[in-house]
């Protein structure tokens, strides 16, 4: 069956401006870093894909090493964009990143000119598309001259491969320097995405949001749920075949007796502002609008649609933040931290 986008894919999504630039996003982007590998059922990745689209999410966020294997998932898009989104390209902001490993041999991670460039040139075979919308710097590499990497991010650009750049887990120190190595060039960097949630503050206690407030640089928050930890799943501990049980990023260790509590105490408050978990941890991360977007992922196309839900209600009560505070006790959940430490 041919599938049709909805005519209201517009009506309900919310929409910012990312930075200073002229690009909106929606506030709810969709990732592909789990559940689009070669382990996952690819009609289930389609039905993902649509219900985004048909939700108002036009942006979908990957990576070079999304799969398993690596790449996997870019090629699993690339075939749903010749079919389920085909004649679509020009509503969808598509993004991609390199700096994890990607193959073998000193070239294959970091963010050398040669990997950086390499890897766009095959992501962009692999989804089968002339170009990204927005390329990053998927880590700083700390034995890498940045002047290097960001220039390696303005080539991109200049050669039409990219539409605009951006950086991920980087502190606000590296972010400055970044901000002023592209400014130099003539390509502005249009966004950052952290990890960011109630439970892995980082971004709070480095400055990061204020720092891209005053830069004019947008924002796309991975993890908004925790890796899971925030959608209600493990309220009353954890589940078979859930995230915990598979070793994918969120350890078993992590969901003890005492954050059992606090999780479900986080659910009440929720569940009294008319959402579910889920719900208020995404309008949480939005909140103010300090983050443009939140980056959410799914198993299920039911999933996609109750984070959508969180648009509904983005709005927070000081007795509510306060609350939530007492609860959100932050984890050791930040995989990234190795990144923005540097």
């Not at 193959?103 to 390499?118: D, M, Q, T, V």
């Not at 390509?187 to 990061?208: A, C, F, K």
Request: net charge negative.
């Amino acid at each position: 069956m041919n599938y049709t986008p909805s005519p209201s894919r517009y009506d309900a999504m919310v929409y910012r401006r990312c930075g200073h630039s002229g690009l909106k996003l929606p506030a709810i982007s969709l990732g592909l870093w789990h559940n689009f590998g070669e382990d996952a059922n690819h009609e289930t990745k389609r039905a993902i894909c649509r219900e985004a689209f048909d939700c108002g999410i036009t942006h979908f966020d990957l990576a070079n090493n999304y799969g398993p294997p690596p790449g996997s998932a870019e090629e699993a898009f690339g075939e749903i964009l010749k079919t389920d989104l085909r004649g679509y390209r020009n509503e969808i902001v598509i993004s991609s990143k390199a700096g994890y490993g990607m193959w073998p041999g000193p070239y294959g991670e970091w963010g050398s000119r040669k990997y950086l460039i390499s890897s766009c040139e095959d992501s962009l075979r692999r989804m089968g598309v002339d170009y990204v919308d927005i390329f990053y710097s998927h880590r700083f590499d700390p034995e890498t001259p940045l002047e290097e990497t960001m220039g390696a991010l303005d080539s991109l650009v200049r050669q039409g491969k990219a539409l605009y750049v951006g950086i991920s887990s980087y502190n606000s120190d590296r972010t400055r320097e970044a901000v002023r190595i592209l400014g130099e060039m003539g390509t502005p960097l249009l966004i950052h995405q952290p990890s960011y949630n109630m439970l892995n503050r980082w971004v709070e206690r480095d400055g990061l949001k204020e720092t891209l407030a005053e830069l004019g640089v947008g924002s796309i928050a991975f993890t908004p749920l925790a890796q899971g930890m925030l959608t209600g799943k493990y309220l009353k501990g954890i589940p078979e075949g859930s995230r915990a049980t598979q070793g994918k990023s969120l350890r078993p260790s992590m969901i003890n007796e005492q954050a059992i509590v606090h999780l479900n105490k986080l659910n009440e408050i929720a569940q009294a502002r008319g959402q579910t978990l889920a719900q208020m941890a995404i309008a949480w991360v939005l909140r103010n609008e300090g983050i443009t977007s939140a980056l959410i992922g799914a198993s299920r196309p039911e999933q996609v649609t109750d984070c959508v839900g969180a648009v509904s209600n983005l709005e927070f009560t000081e007795d509510e933040l306060k609350l939530i505070d007492d609860y959100a006790r932050e984890e050791d959940i930040n995989l990234w931290a190795r990144s923005s430490d540097s």
